[in-house]
């Protein structure tokens, strides 16, 4: 699943799409959110993570071994499901430099609402991964 990211040198990247569990309450996220700050801290790891209409939208960025060791970790995770990757490869350079791990959710911005006023085709995967990124960064500022 992630094989693509084995064969990069340096700084990676990694885009999926999610289902959260659908009991998932607000103290779980808080405590994802923390855990997740925590460790990526320790591992300079650097993202964002978007939550809208139960699903999660995130991006996670830094240096290749830490960045495959907690990809890893995250898709067995079982507080989300149906892990749909949209995108991971190498990196020039940050794109959430500030942000160990940045939160948006529907009531800050609605990447749906995004989707419907922007240009970016949902169709393509690729663009379709571009522009989540887009928007992530959008709301990272
Ligand atoms: C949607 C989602 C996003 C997550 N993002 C991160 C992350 O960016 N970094 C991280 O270390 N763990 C992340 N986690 C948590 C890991 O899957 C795992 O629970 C955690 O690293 C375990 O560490 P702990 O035992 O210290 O809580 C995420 C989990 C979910 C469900």
Redesign the pocket.
């Known amino acids: 699943m992630i094989n693509e990211l084995r064969d990069i040198d340096g700084l990676g990247y990694f885009l999926y799409r ?1 289902s ?1 569990l659908p009991d998932l309450g607000g103290g779980e996220l808080q ?2 959110l923390r ?2 700050r ?3 801290q320790e ?1 300079g ?1 650097t ?1 964002c ?1 978007h939550y809208e209409d139960g699903m ?1 939208f ?1 991006w ?1 960025e830094g240096p290749k071994d830490p960045l495959i060791s ?1 990809v890893e ?2 898709l ?2 079982s ?2 499901s149906e892990i749909s990757i949209l995108d991971q490869g190498a990196l020039d350079h940050r794109r959430f430099q500030d942000w160990r ?1 940045r939160f948006s959710d529907k009531d800050r911005a609605s990447l749906m609402d995004w989707f419907a006023s922007s240009e970016n085709s949902t169709f393509h995967r690729r663009d379709y991964a571009g522009g989540v990124v887009a928007f992530l960064m959008s709301v990272a500022i």
């Open positions: 999610s959260a405590q994802i855990s997740a925590t460790h990526n591992l790891l993202g993570l999660f995130q996670l907690v970790t995250i067995q995770d507080r989300h791990m």
